[in-house]
């Protein structure tokens, strides 16, 4: 009985961790007895032997760290100018209403195309990488910057005027706070965005980096190699995303966040 | 009118904008700084894109990589439609799939899928069938979670007065779910289209010798960066004209939503 009380109070996670395990367990017996053949598939077990190898040779950290410099150079260079040119269309009309058809399409089409252009303007060193993090990652910044600055209530901006607050107190004691918001949602969309940049970027040529080590495996058919690869870049977006989660509760506490 | 106008603006800016790069082209084509960068090797002019769009036109060629773009966009879109609603209402629905499922395409779902690009090439080979995948893998979340939370949203009272007249669950699930939760799903659908263009591209990267994906990489690999705007500017309208007409399809099938969204975008700035 007290069993199954306490399965029911927490049957979610139950069911969570038995869907895991169940998973796991029948990608290791069809690997082992239906394939066989670990050119093709691998079963758990192995990517786990393939992890801990690559990790205690120090491989995989160096491919992390390459990558990470990558991402984090594009990113904070797209964060920077998305915000400024965010808030610039927020407060000027003219502005506005120059950029935002360039905005809008470039915010919805897939602008990682681009990487090649990128590739043999740059060379395959870490500038064309940063180059393709930063086209990825600029866009949601952006149009969020801008959607949460336009969305401020605008009685509460009457309400700051008509005690004779100035312009400069509008902007940081309404704007700013309403936009944060917004402005959240938008580093946090640019992160996947901005990871997968770093990967196609080394996939087209570079000697180092977790997108580099999965093309690399993946040619030499060292395929649990390559889900390595797969599974770091899972954990890293992961734990990127739950950080500025908890970034956002502790800026923008009164929010409601719906993801 | 308000609208006219800003369509106006829209059109004005990029139009300039075309012209501004011309322009800019045209000058940087007369410095000095044009022979030292070789710019010519990485940076078209827009006079120079219409020009080979007209000879790729001619030549069949961009007619060609356009269909095979095209099919394998079609297939691993459908694909993803065809799991991705079902598997969406089944999560919705049932608890107990919902608690199954929901490690899974949670942890995928936070995994970049184009890393997984290589590995299906390895498993499936270089044919239609891996590239469908890839197209899929990218396409089938966003109509799986818009599915859910739409059919998640549909308001209890609702379901109750079906329910209280004694409506069988088919007829709660056809007459009150499906209507209140297609909108989202539709949505779902539009998002989806910008991940299978990517997904097209990033599969035709790796080694295939036809598509847009491959012409866009084909040509920057010998330094002609004219085909690879047209290829980008075709990718770019198809995926635009995908958008247009899934947003005509929502609003012809549920005509009340346009009304929703303005609410709700009103709630925001009301918060």
Request: aromatic letters at 14%.
């Amino acid at each position: 009985m007290k069993m199954a009380g306490l399965y029911r109070l927490h049957e979610r996670k139950f069911d969570a961790i038995s869907s895991v395990i169940l998973g796991l367990l029948a990608w290791e017996v069809i690997d082992y007895t239906l394939v066989r053949n670990p050119l093709i598939l691998v079963g758990p077990s192995q990517i786990a032997i393939a992890f801990f190898d690559l990790l205690t040779k120090g491989e995989l950290l160096h491919h992390i760290y390459v990558t990470f410099v990558e991402f984090i150079l594009g990113y904070l260079v797209g964060v920077f100018v998305g915000i400024g040119f965010g808030v610039l269309m927020g407060i000027s009309r003219t502005a506005n209403q120059i950029l935002n058809p360039w905005v809008i399409i470039s915010y919805n089409a897939p602008v990682i195309l681009l990487a090649p252009l990128f590739i043999i303007a740059l060379g395959l060193g870490i500038v064309s990488k940063i180059g393709i993090v930063f086209i990825g990652a600029v866009f949601p910044v952006l149009f969020n910057t801008y959607a949460g600055i336009t969305t401020a209530d605008g009685r509460l901006v009457e309400a700051v005027r008509a005690f004779g607050g100035t312009k400069l107190q509008v902007f940081t004691k309404v704007t700013v706070p309403s936009a944060l918001p917004l402005l959240m949602t938008g580093l946090r969309l640019s992160v996947g965005r901005a990871i997968v940049g770093a990967i196609i970027s080394e996939f087209f040529g570079s000697k180092a980096g977790i997108g580099f080590m999965i093309a690399a495996a993946s040619e030499e058919f060292e395929t649990a190699q390559a889900f390595v690869g797969v599974i770091v870049l899972a954990l890293g977006g992961y734990l990127t995303f739950e950080i500025l989660k908890y970034t956002e509760r502790r800026i923008a506490p009164w929010h409601d966040f719906k993801v | 009118m308000k609208l006219r106008s800003s369509q106006l603006y829209a059109f004005c800016s990029i139009f300039a904008g075309i012209a501004f790069w011309q322009i800019g082209y045209m000058l940087l084509a007369r410095s000095y700084l044009f022979e030292a960068f070789a710019i010519n090797l990485f940076l078209s002019s827009p006079v120079g894109v219409a020009q080979s769009f007209v000879e790729l036109l001619g030549t069949g060629e961009l007619l060609t990589h356009s269909y095979a773009s095209f099919i394998a966009f079609s297939y691993g879109y459908l694909l993803a439609t065809v799991v991705g609603i079902p598997l969406g209402v089944l999560m919705a629905t049932t608890k107990k799939a919902n608690y199954y499922l929901d490690p899974w395409v949670s942890s995928i779902y936070a995994t970049p899928r184009v890393a997984l690009a290589p590995v299906i090439i390895i498993w499936f080979g270089l044919g239609l069938f891996s590239k469908a995948l890839i197209v899929f893998l990218g396409a089938v979340f966003p109509i799986l979670l818009n599915t859910y939370t739409g059919i998640k949203s549909v308001k209890e009272n609702l379901i109750e007065v079906v329910e209280a007249f004694g409506g069988s669950n088919m007829q709660v699930f056809f007459k009150v779910m499906l209507p209140d939760a297609i909108p989202a799903i539709i949505s779902g659908l539009r998002l989806a289209v910008g991940r299978a263009v990517i997904g097209v591209v990033v599969a035709e990267w790796f080694g295939t010798e036809a598509g847009l994906g491959y012409m866009v990489y084909d040509y920057s690999m010998v330094f002609r960066p004219a085909p690879v705007f047209v290829g980008i500017v075709v990718l770019i309208a198809f995926g635009h004209l995908a958008f247009v007409i899934l947003e005509r399809i929502q609003r012809w099938i549920s005509p009340w939503y346009q009304f929703q969204l303005e609410k709700e975008v009103e709630g925001m700035g009301l918060e």
